[in-house]
């Protein structure tokens, strides 16, 4: 990865999960190709006729499916960790359709290290970062809320079956009344 690729204020990364057990017995066929050197991802479609031309797109990097957590963690997220650690702003989000693997990436098998996903590891890293800091004072803050079906819960909330709302501030625009702010 070139370092003018890290600068960019928004990067695109795509992970392309391995087959599930099912999918592997169900004899699914693989209509992918992943070029992490290139970052592109190569889409056949099976039903084209032959002289149709294969799909490209190209991101700001991709990772098939033998990459692994740290993989991802050490290349996409840890640039990004340290430089919230010196004071930017950063913002990490997962999008794809269900099945696709953003919550193994974003939270990962916690019995595992090897397979712990991007929530833990970027505790480890911050907490471990500031253990080793000294004269110098951090605040962490966490907040942990769900959007579903429109609604939005506060997962760390006792009481998280309660609906919460979304408001508008003159002051800090638009946030979510939770029950830290409550
Ligand atoms: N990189 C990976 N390596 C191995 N297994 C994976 C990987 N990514 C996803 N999986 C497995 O694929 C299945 C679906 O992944 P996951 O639950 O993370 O999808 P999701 O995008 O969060 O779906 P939903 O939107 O429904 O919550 C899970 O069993 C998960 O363990
Ligand atoms: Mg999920």
New binding site residues.
Partial sequence: MSKGKNSEAVRVVV?C??F?KKEELSACENILEVDDKLGQITIRNPKAPPDEPMKVFTFDAVYG?T?T?RDVYDEVIRPLVESVLHGFNGTIF?Y????????????G?SNDPDKRGVIPNSFQHIFTQISRTQNQKYLVRSSYLEIYQEEIRDLLCKDNNKKLELKESPDFGIYVKTCLLS
């Fill in positions: 992970r999960r391995p599930s499916w990459s957590q997962a794809g359709q269900t099945g696709t693997g953003k919550t193994y990436t974003m939270q098998v």
